[in-house]
């Protein structure tokens, strides 16, 4: 119990809200648990590997539309940079984003369904329900975007100059479950997260960029002008989006 | 046993070759080390979860550098698609991308690292060492285009028309390992992983395209005029590819 932090649970978030089912995930309760197969899930410490698909399986179907929020954020710049600096400065840039990413996205219930390189996504308001989800994910970019800039303050005066981050989010219905039956690869997918991954291509080294259905559920999170065009990849008409800087 | 297919082993194949212990992953002897949380690796099924990653725990080191093969497969034109499509047909589509690849990667002993939306990372030699793993790579790229044009032959005629896939592969060091320590991802980095992504990027749909080193080690696997210029991005100058049509 010593070794817990304030936002770790010791019954999974998602079996809890979904069917009032208390499985221990920490503590001696688990330990039984444990045996059966249930473990932490490792796209969020407050959830069951069971629960993280479950309720696909539960309606008895490979996928599930729902509303959710998608974040995408990816370090800028990072194949230029690896041109130049050491393997071992690479990896620790990568080290770094990986775990300040997954924290403050796991501290606003969202999970972190996927790296992919230098980018990482994760989902909001799935399993864990919130009505706020569009505002935890605007926070969690916050808190991602503090989170690169103190770090990067506390690197070393020898090293590579730190990158930034850019980050893209949109909310939406999207489909949520496994694809494929040999190799099952959980994940989300549907055009809303094609144009989420879009917009976090058009963020720049520092900036959190929404969508118009986003910033129209956290208005009072922004200040300043902040509503620009934007041409997207693939998208024929240009798109208004929403900056905020870190 | 009578479910099993030729190509399945009953022993874990990386933690033969590697320590020469016959860990069973399939058949009653299986059962007590599941229990103690030894399964089947899900990057390919001749593999047990332990020895996914555990020649990176055995050194004692986060990562390793190892000489492989990386293959990335990808739906050609997928996002485009997916505006005009509806979305079971969307995802009837990337079920059987995710099939037709896992199971030919898997046959040449190679491993599924990670699906990234519509595209594959594949990985040749690690953990299942191959003197061939060049050969083998090439060879799966082949079974991967030969299946998904069978499927797609296969596909009811009102069906939307079947995308292509794009494969590209290049061969030489990088580095494997875990990621993070909150969030752990398995995975392989390096400008050489980069280089694959940037030649997959080249390939039109139908196309193997290779990197001179992988075409180095498997000449004879190609026929008539093969080499051409492609300018990469981000590489300044043009790269020669090897391009091998299915």
Known sequence: MALMTPSQS????????????????RGPLALPLRMMGV???????NLCNICETMFTRVKRRKQIVVTSTVLFADVRGYTALSQEAASSEMLDILHGFTDECAEAVWARDGIVNKFIGDAMLAIFNFPIMRDDHVEQAVRA????????????????????PSPGLGIGIHTGTASIGEIGTAYKDFTIIGPMVNMASRIQAAAAAGDILVSSAVYAQVPHLFSGPHAAEFALKGIERPTTLHRMIA
């Open 141 to 160: 970019a916050q808190d991602i975007q503090r989170r690169w800039l103190r770090r990067s303050g506390q690197a070393s005066a020898g090293a590579v």
């Open 10 to 25: 010791t019954i999974c978030k998602g079996c809890w809200q979904h069917m009032r089912m208390p499985i221990p995930i």
């Open 39 to 45: 473990k932490i899930s490792r796209m969020n410490p």
